[in-house]
């Protein structure tokens, strides 16, 4: 199988800080390596400095070869022809890698313009049929919609249409299914490797997840701390790993249950709750019914239980969440505590966010750029707590930074110098500084390593036991919300279509779609 890339002791360093130390890996035509570790280590960076897209203060040495090509001598002008037509790229957070001035058609169209020279009809038709490769509904649609107006892992699939759009040689995937559910991770990855196959394409494919690495890769590399750790294939490392430290993550699967849950009383209930967001109406045409993103359904919470929320992208779980903080409009009643919720404006319904906080499934795009970690963490805590001493907030920001397994260095750091899995602990700290009743939980492990993942998860189910806190658990990821949940909600086409213990709807589900959701997830 001849090499399509090679990287020769790729070394990749900082202001003088060494990142990447020598690193040798190849991509075989027609082949899936796969780039795995936790979160920090390296994947992510060794990808964009093979490729030329890391900032001016990176130094970068060793051999890089895209088949003939010389990647270390080449042009700013060369490397334009090169991304985008012979290497495709799929980066990890959508949302910061679509324009939002820019609807999902016109970027899509706009790589076929470079690099094919289609434009108007051709051009709309290319874009529609590859929406509909990755699985989009209503591709036609979508195609003239903003990036805002999708879920995460619809904005994924925009990107891998993007990344494909020119049937490139070598294909960098980032983490391509993070946001994506079970069902669709699937799809998207048999539509990847059936490209693959067909084009005779390389693909680098750097993730966190090991389930996906067995299923889809030829060969895997670990990387610990910017050092190849071993790299063999998938069969022989998974079966018979070398390093303690692939050992590690092998071992690391999510495990256990959570605490019972606590006192039994309602903290958060619902009745005939649903969101409709009214479709743009065109020009001398009468305008179209409004969408139904969430139908009217209701639902409950305990105090101190955790209920997970499932479904695949676009099923309405992200929406369902955002109503019951009123963070979108909605139709309903939404009662937390003794309180009408959706009754609420003002100052009556600032001081309730104090107790009921939401991560999102996208850090990156949720932590203000300019502000280093210790001011994001502590800005809620200075709005509700205004009295508190400057003493006071930076002790609490250092423990709860600690709490979340942060170094005791970040403080002053800004966001864009943490990989994703930091991001998310960031934004984990800046919900629980507040010590909130409700935490509503989108896609909080998505973006993590396994390790990091059950760090976190354990994490969570302490905070749980110790301060009764209630969690709106929303994931893809089954095994982990088997490990958080008490109760379980399914949602497609934002209706629920099961709902009951968590450990009974997993083990046996009465809905064809809950029992394709379980089958794809291997559990």
């Avoid at 895997?220 to 910017?226: A, P, S, T």
């Avoid at 190849?228 to 390093?243: C, D, I, L, N, W």
């Avoid at 969440?321 to 505590?337: K, M, P, T, Y």
């Amino acid at each position: 199988m001849p090499d399509l890339l090679r990287l020769e002791d790729l070394s990749i360093a900082f202001d003088g800080v060494t990142v990447v130390d020598r690193l040798s890996l190849s991509v075989g035509r027609g082949e899936t390596l796969a780039l795995v570790g936790e979160s920090g280590s390296g994947k992510s960076v060794s990808a964009l400095g093979a490729m030329g897209l890391l900032p001016g203060n990176a130094a970068v040495t060793g051999g890089r070869r895209l088949g003939d090509t010389d990647l270390a001598r080449l042009r700013p002008r060369d490397w334009q022809g090169l991304r985008g037509s012979r290497v495709g790229f799929i980066f990890q957070e959508p949302m910061t890698s679509l324009n939002p001035l820019h609807t999902v058609g016109k970027q899509i169209g706009e790589t076929l313009r470079l690099h094919q020279g289609l434009t108007g009809r051709a051009a709309r038709a290319r874009v529609v049929e590859l929406l509909e490769q990755v699985r989009l509904p209503r591709a036609t649609e979508l195609a003239d919609a903003w990036p805002h107006q999708l879920s995460g892992g619809q904005r994924q699939r925009v990107m891998i249409a993007m990344a494909i759009a020119n049937s490139p040689a070598l294909l960098i995937a980032d983490e391509p299914t993070t946001a994506l559910d079970v069902t669709v991770q699937q799809e998207i990855l048999a539509l990847l490797a059936d490209l693959r196959d067909r084009h005779g394409m390389g693909m680098l494919f750097i993730t966190h997840d090991l389930n996906l690495v067995r299923r889809h890769a030829d060969r895997v590399c670990v990387l610990y701390r910017g050092r190849e750790q071993e790299t063999g294939p998938v069969e022989r490392v998974f079966a018979s790993p070398h390093s303690p430290y692939t050992r590690t993550l092998l071992d690391a699967e999510p495990e256990g249950r959570p605490a019972p849950a606590g006192t039994g009383a309602t903290l958060l209930r619902a009745e005939g709750l649903g969101v409709s967001f009214q479709r743009p109406k065109k020009l001398l045409m009468k305008r179209p019914p409004a969408f139904e993103a969430v139908k009217p359904l209701s639902l409950r919470l305990g105090e101190g239980e955790t209920l997970g929320i499932v479904g695949e992208s676009g099923s309405g779980k992200t929406t369902l969440a955002q109503a019951l903080l009123r963070l979108v409009a909605s139709h309903g009643e939404i009662h937390f505590d003794d309180t009408r919720l959706d009754t609420l404006s003002g100052g009556a319904l600032r001081r309730m966010r104090q107790r009921a906080q939401i991560v999102f499934q996208d850090p990156y795009g949720s932590l203000s750029p300019r502000l280093p970690v210790a001011d994001i963490v502590s800005e809620g805590l200075r709005f509700h707590h205004p009295d508190l001493e400057e003493r006071e907030v930076r002790r609490r920001v250092a423990a709860t930074l600690h709490e979340v397994g942060l170094p005791d260095d970040c403080a002053d750091r800004y966001p864009h110098e943490f990989s994703g899995g930091q991001r998310q602990r960031i934004a984990v700290a800046r919900a629980i500084i507040l010590e909130p009743a409700l935490l509503v939980l989108d896609e909080p492990t998505s973006a993590l390593d396994r390790t990091v993942q059950k760090q976190l998860v354990s994490l969570l189910r302490e905070l749980q036991a110790r301060r009764g806190i209630s969690y709106l658990f929303i994931s893809h990821d089954l095994a982990v919300v088997r490990t958080m949940a008490h109760r379980l909600m399914v949602l497609k086409d934002g209706e629920v279509v099961e709902e009951g213990d968590c450990l009974e709807v997993l083990a046996r589900p009465r809905s064809d779609y809950t029992r394709a959701l379980v089958d794809a997830a291997g559990l």
